[in-house]
């Protein structure tokens, strides 16, 4: 099954079943070793170029990876042609996320494909432009939600398509994470509203609000708070969040959301069908694989230990990262299949929209303390 919970197939023709793609990623910070192991696992697929706004940067990581080419804009990126005459076929885009929206669009305008890391962008017409760019431009538009992939997450969307779990009547999205202050202040465009467009939502929460929506159906209302308990020295955005969200078919769910949590209690998504049967998923330590850890249905529950006392429960980013890099190969994977078909990617960039609707939703509900109507 597809992380969108429907399949679209197409045949692949010799060509494209054939030819190396060629690959290009903009940004070569924290995430990018993801994207580059995830491309590399594939067979006629080459990472052949590298940019990012420090041109010298670009030099040192494409040379301690064995990349070819590195430039310093996106721009010379995609101007670049082998001795072919080919350029690069698609691009990861692995930039902070302001800039999504000027690499998207300057791609498409190229007719390359684009994989995105999240969220698509900080706001919603700079989303609705980038998905507009490449569907006029009629090429493959990908956003990365890694964790839609986790077999667990799959065999909870299988329970609701079967009707194992009947229709979502209620959910839970739960996110206490612990932060360093050092996190925020390792990078200037961390936790400022301009550079960085939120805080725990945009940042790590959107992961959940994701799978939280892609089980449970399209949102119509949402209403938030948001406050900064403990980080206040170092952001400007918030380290913490509730909310409440109701959806078209009737049903509602509760978020919480935070970085201001020690130690870590990691992440669970939970769901309640018509059927009375309960799922839930939990990631702890963050980034570990998700793990169904309650299953209740009938006149049984199975359930497992929702944080063993044995594993560390506050983790790195580069730790984090590390340990994502599988469902980050499982999603590149089904993106390049997309593209050599011509098909629709799992994750599409009106997919990735729907849960940067929600979060700023959030934000603007908390501003003015009335719920949000979509």
């Given amino acids: 099954m597809s992380a969108t919970g429907s399949e679209s197939i197409t045949e692949p023709t010799a060509e494209s079943a054939v030819r190396t793609l060629r690959v290009g990623i903009a940004g070569g ?80 305008a190229a007719g390359v494909h684009v994989l995105c890391e999240k969220p698509i962008a900080i706001d919603l017409a700079a989303a609705e432009r980038m998905v507009a760019a490449c569907r006029e431009a009629s090429v493959t538009f990908g956003v990365l939600f890694q964790r839609r992939f986790w077999p667990a997450a799959q065999r909870i969307r299988t329970a609701i398509d079967d009707g194992t779990l009947g229709t979502p009547i209620l959910g839970h999205c739960s996110v206490l994470l612990h932060r360093e202050p050092e996190y925020y202040s390792a990078t200037a465009w961390r936790g400022t509203w301009d550079s ?29 708070h948001m406050a900064t308990f403990a980080h206040g020295d170092h952001i400007e955005v918030e380290d913490s969040a509730v909310a409440t ?25 939970r769901v309640t069908g018509s059927t ?12 570990t694989d998700g793990r169904v850890d309650i299953w209740a249905a009938g006149d049984s529950v199975g359930a497992q230990e929702t944080w063993p006392s044995s594993l560390n429960p506050n983790v790195d980013l580069a730790t984090i990262n590390g340990a994502l890099i599988p469902w980050h190969r499982a999603q590149v994977a089904d993106f390049v299949d997309a593209v050599r078909a011509g098909g629709t990617p799992a994750v599409t960039g009106e997919e990735a929209t729907k ?20």
């Fill in 245 to 269: 969200l109701r959806f078209a078919s009737g049903a509602i769910a509760t978020v919480q959301a935070s970085t201001a949590v020690t130690p870590s209690l990691g992440v669970q998504v």
């Fill in 29 to 108: 910070g924290a995430i990018f070793r993801n994207h580059l192991e995830a491309y590399r696992a594939l067979q006629d697929v080459e990472v052949v170029a590298l940019c990012d706004i420090d041109a010298e940067r670009a030099g040192a990581v494409a040379a301690a990876h064995g990349i070819e080419h590195a430039f310093g804009s996106v721009t010379d990126l995609l101007g670049w042609r082998g001795e072919d005459g080919r350029g690069i076929d698609l691009i990861s885009v692995c930039t902070p996320h302001p800039t999504h929206e000027a690499v998207v669009t300057e791609a498409a």
């Fill in 355 to 374: 849960s940067l609707r929600i979060l700023l939703a959030v934000y603007e509900s908390s501003r003015t303390g009335k719920p949000v109507v979509f």
């Fill in 196 to 224: 960085d467009g939120g805080g725990v939502l945009m940042t790590q929460g959107i992961h959940y609000i994701d799978l939280l929506q892609w089980f449970m159906g399209e949102v119509v209302e949402v209403h938030g």
């Fill in 276 to 287: 009375g049967a309960t799922a839930q998923v939990t990631e702890f330590p963050e980034g």
